[in-house]
């Protein structure tokens, strides 16, 4: 079983950037979707953007123009960029691989945007 573990959250001021990475401690060629999710307090997770194997991906409206997700295959790791952040990103970010009956979370690491 391929676990992932989630890096790079933080505190940073509305505008700014920062980059997440989820490390995965095997190879993540044959894994069909990685993906990343969010979630607040007293909110359900919700998904923030998703890359397939074959380099599509879909993003949450509300992220959309600002994230970034990408893939390295040859590292095992993916990564959010998020740029322009705002108080609302603030969460609990997860990194999830799904593929047929595989199915990973990491455990999260947290954001927070500062007005």
């Known amino acids: 079983q391929v676990q992932l573990v989630e890096s790079g959250g933080g505190l940073v001021q509305a505008g700014g950037s920062l980059r997440l990475s989820c490390a995965a401690s095997g190879s993540i060629d044959s894994i069909n979707v990685m993906g990343w999710y969010r979630q607040a307090p007293g909110k359900q997770r919700e998904l923030v953007a998703a890359?397939?194997?074959?380099?599509?991906?879909n993003y949450a409206d509300s992220v959309k123009g600002r994230f970034t997700i990408s893939r390295d295959n040859a590292k095992n790791t993916v990564y959010l960029q998020m740029n322009s952040l705002k108080p609302e990103d603030t969460a609990v970010y997860y990194c999830?691989?799904?593929?047929?009956?595989?199915?990973?979370w990491g455990q999260g690491t947290q954001v927070t945007v500062s007005t």
């Open positions: 890359m397939t194997r074959g380099g599509s991906t």
């Open positions: 999830r691989g799904y593929s047929g009956p595989f199915n990973s």
